[in-house]
């Protein structure tokens, strides 16, 4: 828009305020899109397994019916009340019925996603790559608490991401080529498979889900192949030290399994805005020292 080309600042605003407003919506779907699996999971049992008498889900449960009430009383929440940060605000994080407490993960997720949109507004500017990235960001911060909440990342997250990633450098929209992105799709997803295969031939157990795979497939499709070794070191590093902390908060062993979508996530989005600069670096601070 010509708007953006004139006033920059313009559109690092439009980009927080959408933030907000996607981040409502992120709310929802985090809630709601593991029910929808376990519902689809329960209604393809029940039809393929009749003997075991297993009963299907009743009644409609998609990311708009039911209305959002609360869980407390049961009330449905009025528009006045979903306003993005403001309204949590305002009701001082209690529900306005019953005064039951309202999580604080509600705008702390609707502030995330403002922000991070910012970030990528201010970063890049306006562009329809820039515009794809900020929907790629909200698309990660919904994989994130997914992933963190139930240990699961859904392919309704993980395979369009993939597919957008190959599409954007199919119509030159992407600043890498269409040859980079599949087969940075190819070796994100075999990476991963590989060390989950020879994790489980050594150990007998499984390291990671397959949807772990899929998501480096997909920030593989979106970045090219050049930024996975990076993408997985960083990952690796912040997936240790907060999985370490995560484990000694909650009091768990060593061998207690802790999700790894979200710092592939982490690591796929600093890779994102900051990757050709951090590669930039490392050439020079480390390979041009020992040259």
């Not at 010509?2 to 996607?22: C, E, H, N, R």
């Not at 393929?48 to 019916?65: K, R, T, V």
């Not at 859904?154 to 030159?172: E, N, R, V």
Request: charge should be negative.
């Amino acid at each position: 828009m010509d708007v953006f080309t004139y006033y920059p600042w313009l559109y690092s605003v439009f980009a927080a305020i959408v933030g907000l407003i996607v981040g409502s919506f992120l709310n929802v779907v985090i809630h709601r899109l593991p029910i929808m699996m376990e519902r689809g999971w329960r209604q393809e049992c029940a039809e393929a397994f009749p003997e075991y008498h297993i009963e299907p889900p009743q009644g409609d449960y998609n990311l708009s019916i039911p209305r959002s009430t609360c869980p407390n009383c049961q009330t449905a929440i009025r528009i006045v009340d979903n306003i993005p940060v403001l309204s949590w605000v305002l009701l001082q994080g209690k529900c306005r019925q019953c005064g039951n407490k309202i999580s604080a993960r509600y705008p702390i997720i609707e502030l995330l996603s403002a922000v991070l949109a910012t970030v990528v507004a201010f970063e890049l500017g306006y562009s329809l790559y820039s515009v794809a990235l900020i929907a790629f960001t909200f698309t990660l911060i919904a994989a994130t608490f997914i992933d963190l909440d139930t240990m699961l990342l859904p392919d309704q997250l993980t395979l369009p991401l993939m597919w957008a990633g190959i599409s954007l450098a199919l119509f030159g929209i992407s600043p890498i080529s269409l040859m980079d992105s599949v087969i940075g799709t190819m070796l994100g997803y075999l990476c991963l498979w590989s060390v989950y295969w020879a994790f489980k031939l050594l150990t007998g157990k499984e390291g990671m889900g397959y949807g772990d795979f899929k998501l480096l497939a997909a920030l593989g499709a979106w970045l090219g192949w050049a930024h996975l070794p990076i993408i997985v070191l960083l990952s690796s590093v912040v997936g240790v030290i907060f999985g370490l902390i995560q484990l000694r908060l909650q009091k768990k062993g060593i061998d207690m399994a802790f999700p790894f979508g979200p710092y592939l996530a982490i690591a796929g989005w600093v890779c994102a805005l900051w990757g050709d600069a951090i590669i930039n670096y490392y050439l020079t601070a480390f390979v041009g020292a020992s040259l």
